[in-house]
């Protein structure tokens, strides 16, 4: 049995059915190349984000909407709040 994908606001069936790689960028840090250079398996890099933060969405690694970190037990989340602005991502705004 096949399954169909839902028909959304004018989107065609091919359309609607192909994948998009979604990542989030949690944070940046800066290290002396040194540092970097001596890190192993198991290294820490400490992220200057923290719950309540704005994140970078990005669709295929192209920025796509802000989100806000939230942390509920164990679970991290991230919340849509707007859409990006492509020269703030190239600027390096948080």
Excluded: C
Aim: charge should be negative; glycine fraction near 10%; avoid cysteine.
């Amino acid at each position: 049995m096949s399954q169909t994908l839902p028909f959304h606001r004018g989107v065609s069936p091919q359309v609607a059915a192909v994948k998009v790689e979604i990542s989030v960028v949690l944070g940046r840090s800066n290290i002396p190349m040194q540092q970097f250079l001596r890190m192993g398996r198991g290294a820490v890099i400490p992220l200057d984000a923290g719950e309540g933060d704005e994140v970078w969405i990005l669709a295929n690694n192209h920025p796509v909407a802000r989100g806000e970190i939230s942390i509920s037990d164990d679970r991290i989340a991230i919340v849509v709040t707007g859409p990006a602005d492509v020269y703030e991502f190239m600027a390096g705004v948080a």
